[in-house]
């Protein structure tokens, strides 16, 4: 019973983010989670047999520069979300595996999301390079299931397909079906990816629905990467990528791309992504509310487990558009940039 | 200093739960903690030589569907239930134990918990079979110290008594005693529990009181096992049990009883239950409100540490009396029942 | 990826605390943290090679008389408390350190806590017998910053510089610097330690400052010790203590002093404080609001993780002042005074 592995990410960086017009701030602030998010987790498997497996992954999100804590969502909607409470946030699931796949129970992240990070050079963390499709698209970060989903049930296909990998997901929002409830499916959710990697290719689409009475979320997403020479080592050979978005929460829609690449150079490896978004006016006939956001950082590896990171960002608005940076406001129609430096800590 | 074992329980099952009549509600949810309640544990002991030693528990509850959490109470009232927050709410205590038993302090559970959970053929989970005295009586789930009380010091018998075995606790609402506060004792708790265990037989009673200004409540329960043949291995022989139950509230009298029976199917379990409770109706007068409970299921065990379980069960309510399950509403008088498919997995 | 040690403290002990005069209350109620605040952490180092390395900390304070949690503030302001919930209030930190020294970021201690608690024979606990400078201080325990920081760099002088020691801290209060925004500032801390150590002498001087628009807060104190005989190992000679601590908090001053000793009889340690604390009057031309501590202990040691302890301890409080311990109320001018039982397990 001693099979249990405490783990976890510790990020920590200091960003300056500006804003710029009438409107706009600026701020230096310590921040978590710039190049992975801080995380702290408890995980373990157990070999039933004939290639059959049991496990289970906990995983708490947290803020490495307050101790502080990111509540998890036990409904997959607003009434869901647990304060700011520490919970298992991240992950929470039980599985059983084998030569089937694998079945997954619990809190996870949803098909889609993982089209959205893996396909970015800045990967899953949280500073100012990272996603711009994630980070203002109507299917991400401010989603209740943009990146996970609670009650979910998952299946993951088997590793030694030739290459190809999937998974399916369904989820549910656990509504009360009762007389006069109208909103019974709000929070249910399914999901499915499927992808296909060799030779240093690799690509997937991925699609996703979740339900609300308020207006229905769909999200899909296309990705492709080319690894140059190596392979897909730590530190290998240029890596090229792109993206392809598109969601629709109610009756309004949004889509965007983003092109990236990661570059090996010295002890670490340069990333760079340009991404374009734009959704709906939210009054029909008006134009389209857009921006663009470019990225471009170094990552230097002290270790496989720690490295030190720096970029910079610049966001392009549209009229009517105030994307921002750090949380920083700025000024419809106006830039906003910023500049990272950061530590990361695997442990 | 290196003593600590991180321990615990991920229990995720399917429920479909229905009610019926007008009210009557359904709905299909993944859930948690169905055969044994989820939990995130960190403990160790310290041997201080002749038979002496220290130890510590540190054990939280959570949600293993969506990776929420189980709020401690601090103060054995209302006001002390910590909101949504993560804490080690199952059990966080220091102890010294030796030839003498064990001194405990700290947040554990009543001694009249433990009666009513060991005599229960589905124990200390919280699916659908599980307990009905615990889940609609007075003294059991909805009760401040119904399960457990903080602030206690608790005595535990030795081993070595000839079958004899038994703990005392109190516990402390820790109101200021001064001047206009009417409420001081609120809070406040004291129990007890003895049993004998002896050639597959086992009886235990237990008893205790939570004082409150609203209405003291006590509890007092029995009860009472024999298991045939190999005697309390984990796959045994036949194992059977029965519980008596009485609680008051106030002034409100509730009373109860539990049969069932465990037994050693393939590789495997069968379970069943029959528990019946009624309590006195809110006016003086008017019949007793009553509830019965019939539950049954299967645990197929994949390991020592990870089986699968399914349950079936059903509510009869009398006149006026509306429990349910699953937290799916049914209409005064009316039955309500469920179906539970799950996985436990012990690290 | 094996290098996280779990660690922990569990203090837990019985109060009985009184007040005195016609609102005077009393309590006896089982408390956490008297002798050492209980804790759980996680924690580990990683070699980078040449002397270098990195280090991560996360460490949550909790109570363990009911498994509760102590928040943690994210931003050095009252918005920032992050309600009831666990976090790793007591320190999240990621750290360099090598020749150079160490770098730390994250939420750490504030330079000037240290003078406090190292110069107390009670040390940083958290009981009667704990340092009044910090509890009833308007540096201390009520500030936002008088333990700890969010969001901030620190860094330590390394370890073999004959003697001297020190660490300098700068802080964040994270506002966002945008037009109409007066508290911009809100949050800021800076704050340094310097001391020397050598031949059983040992003093050092901090000194701080946080910045509020209500009113900055300041603080500086001097601490110094002399240990006789064979120095500074847990059962050692006679240790004597002295403090001397000076706060403003805007317009407000205060200011106060400590003697104490450590003194190892038998199986354990004697520890003995007197401690005078005095604030301006809240209306200028008033008399000072003065109180006065004395506390008196004995820690037996069962071994080198677990002790039993005892402490009395008596505030006098100067007419208008009605500091108390315990959390029950005295009535001003009138004394209170407080009994203590309690166990320390460090895992």
Do not use: C
């Not at 607003?78 to 699931?93: D, E, K, M, P, V």
């Not at 109610?250 to 978004?277: N, T």
Request: proline share 4%.
């Amino acid at each position: 019973q001693s099979s249990v592995t405490v783990f976890g990410v510790l990020d920590t960086s200091v960003i300056h983010a500006q804003g710029s017009g009438p409107n706009g701030g600026s701020r230096t602030q310590m921040s978590s989670s710039g190049n992975s998010f801080s995380r702290l987790g408890f995980r373990g498997t157990e070999d039933l047999g004939g290639g059959y497996g049991a496990g289970f992954w906990l995983e708490a999100g947290l803020q490495s520069d307050s101790g502080g804590v990111i509540p998890t969502n036990v409904n997959n909607q607003l009434s869901g979300i647990q304060a700011s409470s520490f919970g298992f946030s991240r992950r929470a699931t039980v599985s059983l595996f084998g030569p089937f796949g694998e079945v997954r129970l619990g809190r996870d992240y949803t098909p889609t999301f993982w089209n959205t990070a893996l396909f970015d050079p800045f990967g899953t963390g949280g500073g100012i390079g990272s996603n711009h499709l994630y980070f203002v698209g109507q299917g991400g970060l401010g989603a209740y299931v943009g990146t996970r989903a609670s009650n979910s049930v998952g299946y993951f296909l088997p590793a030694n397909l030739g290459g190809f990998y999937g998974q399916v997901m369904a989820a549910s929002g656990e509504n009360v079906d009762v007389e006069g409830q109208p909103n019974v499916h709000d929070g249910d959710y399914v999901g499915a990816r499927l992808g296909f990697r060799a030779a240093g290719f690799d690509i997937a689409g991925s699609t996703g629905r979740a339900q609300y009475a308020s207006g229905d979320l769909t999200l899909s997403n296309l990705g492709v990467a080319y690894t140059f020479g190596p392979g897909l080592a730590v530190v290998g050979g240029l890596k090229l990528m792109a993206e392809y978005h598109q969601d629709k929460l109610g009756q309004r829609e949004g889509r965007g791309g983003l092109v990236g690449l990661k570059w090996p150079v010295g002890p670490g490896m340069v990333k760079a992504s340009y991404a374009y978004y734009e959704r709906d006016a939210l009054v029909a006939g008006q134009a389209d509310l857009a921006s663009a956001k470019m990225a471009l950082g170094y990552e230097y590896l002290l270790s496989k487990r720690t490295s030190l990171y720096a970029t910079v960002a610049r966001i392009h608005n549209d009229d009517g558009t105030s994307d921002s940076l750090g949380g920083v406001p700025t000024t419809p129609g106006r830039p906003a940039t910023g500049t990272e430096f950061g530590i990361t800590h695997v442990f």
